[in-house]
């Protein structure tokens, strides 16, 4: 099985994973900038991958890896310093000399709007719990709508709502507390809303879908208690989140969860008529691994069974907790590997949206040797990716309408919370922890096997 021509094969990076230049040409701070630190030992985003002054080497570097889109972040705080307030022109054209230099090579650009880089400045304020946040948030997604819209077609609202607020503590540095979150939950949903309209109105032909992380749900059991513990957390990890995009509501066994939870949300005047008017064209779906719960029975016992990192903090006594599936492999970071269940959730997805999809983020993370010869011999890499392309194939030929992939990450980067020894790119980048040395670019072997993938349009059975 062949992919077909016109399928859409891409990488992907976000700004402040890799830009660095973090006080450079008049961008503000980002709640990534000054988010308390669980470990100093590893690389924050000051500089990263210095992709701020690396950018046209980079692109050209995906040229010659062939990808016809190229899936990268805006940073809010460049083009708005304060959040809101006078536009920095610095962060205008920066962001215009990109999508020049992609377009030069023919790569089109899929931006998303914003990707867990919060300006500091509404932070101060509240965040998304002020909805103040969603004013300035409109504001300027109608900014960049309006600067790149002619050039740019393919657009992302925000990335990830659903584990910014599931793993705060990961991702933000903080623990919301769960009234707050789920009121932040509601004014993410609005500001992406307003993303569906403004783009819809400005972007001719612009085409905009959410960008969720999706991980299917298993029970760890047969036991009626643990397949409604997974219908909980599937509906709280995820169909809460495309719900409110796609369909425009509130998920039914969500609104159970947060009357149980005696959460209640506040609406403003016009969110109902907002919900129910504006939907997204496609959906965006980054995804990693599965997910496995159980009902729990004993809050003695809630870190029980977990031996795997990404079920870590999934633990809500009354309704589910997260459990090690024994019959998944594990990557060299401690996470689960399941390419069978990326194409369940596919199928899945497309059952119930009915929407065309996109994999936005898919990929492996991994300590990467550079050889004395500038060699780095990923073979897991391209196994992995090798693995889940099959499943994607496999969804296509089920019927699901999948009609690109834009694996993490383009070039390496730093990970959230394990820096730049968790690499995934099909780049090098020659940096460490601590030292930046040249931050030179080398090619991976992956880099190579996916180069043919995408000129062929078919797995490669060779490494190289």
């Not at 054209?93 to 300006?119: A, G, S, W």
């Not at 004013?135 to 600067?147: G, Q, S, W």
């Not at 691994?289 to 795997?308: H, L, Q, R, Y």
């Not at 180069?451 to 078919?458: A, E, G, P, S």
Request: proline share 4%; hydrophobic share 35%.
């Amino acid at each position: 099985m062949n992919f077909q021509k016109t399928f859409l094969w891409g990488a992907s990076i976000s700004a402040h994973q890799t830009e660095g230049a973090y006080k450079s040409d008049g961008k503000g701070l980002t709640v990534q900038d000054t988010r308390p630190r669980d470990n100093h030992e590893i690389a924050d985003f000051t500089i990263a991958s210095d992709h701020y002054h690396h950018y046209k080497k980079d692109i050209k570097l995906l040229a010659e890896l062939g990808v016809e889109i190229f899936r990268f972040s805006i940073s809010w705080a460049r083009i708005f310093p304060l959040g809101s307030g006078a536009v920095n022109q610095s962060g205008i054209d920066h962001y215009q000399k990109v999508i020049d230099e992609c377009l030069r090579y023919n790569i089109q650009p899929m931006i998303t709007l914003n990707h867990f880089d919060l300006p500091q400045a509404l932070e101060d304020i509240g965040g998304w719990s002020n909805r103040e946040t969603i004013t300035a948030f409109k504001n300027y997604a109608k900014t960049v709508f309006k600067a790149y819209g002619n050039q740019v077609k393919y657009w992302l609202t925000i990335n990830e709502p659903n584990v910014m607020l599931l793993v705060d503590q990961k991702i933000l540095g903080k623990q919301i507390p769960l009234q707050e979150k789920y009121q932040q939950f509601h004014h993410l949903m609005i500001a992406e809303k307003y993303a569906f309209k403004l783009c819809h109105e400005l972007v001719e032909n612009g085409q905009i879908g959410p960008v969720p992380n999706i991980s299917l749900v298993y029970p760890a059991t047969s036991k009626p208690l643990d397949n409604q513990a997974a219908l909980y957390f599937n509906s709280v990890r995820n169909w809460a989140y495309l719900d409110f995009s796609c369909f425009g509501r509130y998920n039914t066994v969500f609104k159970d969860y947060l009357k149980q939870k005696d959460i209640s949300i506040t609406f403003a005047a016009e969110d109902e008529a907002l919900m129910k008017e504006n939907f997204p064209d496609f959906v965006a779906m980054n995804f990693y691994t599965t997910m496995t719960v159980e009902k729990p029975t004993d809050k003695n016992k809630m870190s029980e069974g977990i031996n795997d990192q990404q079920s870590e903090d999934i633990m809500d006594w009354g309704f589910y907790k997260g459990v090690t599936n024994p019959h998944l492999k594990k990557n060299q970071f401690n996470w689960t590997i399941d390419p069978e269940g990326l194409k369940t959730t596919l199928q899945t997805l497309y059952d119930r949206y009915h929407l065309p999809i996109i994999i936005t983020e898919n990929g492996l993370g991994a300590k990467d040797q550079l050889t004395e010869n500038g060699k780095i011999h990923d073979d897991y890499r391209i196994d992995y990716l090798s693995q889940h392309l099959e499943q994607c194939l496999n969804a296509i030929q089920s019927g699901v309408d999948l009609f690109g992939y834009s694996p993490w990450s383009a070039i390496d980067l730093i990970s959230v919370h394990e820096g730049i020894s968790k690499r995934y790119g099909f780049i090098y980048v020659d940096r460490t922890e601590k030292e930046l040395k040249q931050l030179k670019r080398y090619k991976k072997d992956s880099f190579f096997w996916y180069q043919k993938l995408i000129q062929t349009n078919k797995i490669p059975l060779e490494r190289r």
